[in-house]
């Protein structure tokens, strides 16, 4: 007669995989050690794929406020740095909302950063590549 050992938890432990195969595709809901190894890949997907949306969504915003700044002749580089010597902390997810559902209060925010630029300019600040002292 073959020897078993604590049937009950082996059952749990494989019907516990074989759950959270649920609606998988073929052999990969109905077997334990395909369930098991589809259920594995797919978790470590998930995970991977939770830190590339925070990447892919940043990209997002950036595009999108770059396009809204192109149309009024600045860059995003200008711009960003200019809120920054500025003190104003918006958020890149704020600014592309504002840029796309309110482009009237971004063009404010565009033509503040803008006379903020000319006035460090008139100061010295800044040195433009065409002149020479």
């Not at 809901?29 to 940043?58: C, D, G, N, P, Q």
């Not at 192109?70 to 960003?80: A, D, E, P, V």
Request: aromatic share 10%; charged share 35%; glycine share 6%.
């Amino acid at each position: 007669m073959p020897r078993t050992k604590n049937v009950v938890q082996t059952r749990k432990r494989r019907k516990k995989w074989l759950k959270e195969a649920k609606g998988y595709w073929g052999g990969k809901h109905r077997l334990y050690k395909t369930a098991r190894i589809a259920v594995m890949k797919a978790w470590v997907s998930a995970y991977r794929e939770r830190k590339r949306k925070k990447r892919v969504f940043r990209a997002l915003w950036i595009t999108r406020i770059n396009a809204a700044l192109r149309q009024k002749g600045m860059r995003y580089s200008q711009f960003i740095h200019i809120l920054k010597q500025n003190s104003i902390e918006l958020d890149r997810k704020t600014l592309a909302s504002i840029a796309y559902e309110y482009p009237d209060q971004f063009d404010v925010l565009v033509d503040l950063c803008k006379d903020s630029d000319q006035e460090q300019k008139g100061k010295g600040g800044r040195k433009d590549a065409g002149t020479a002292e």
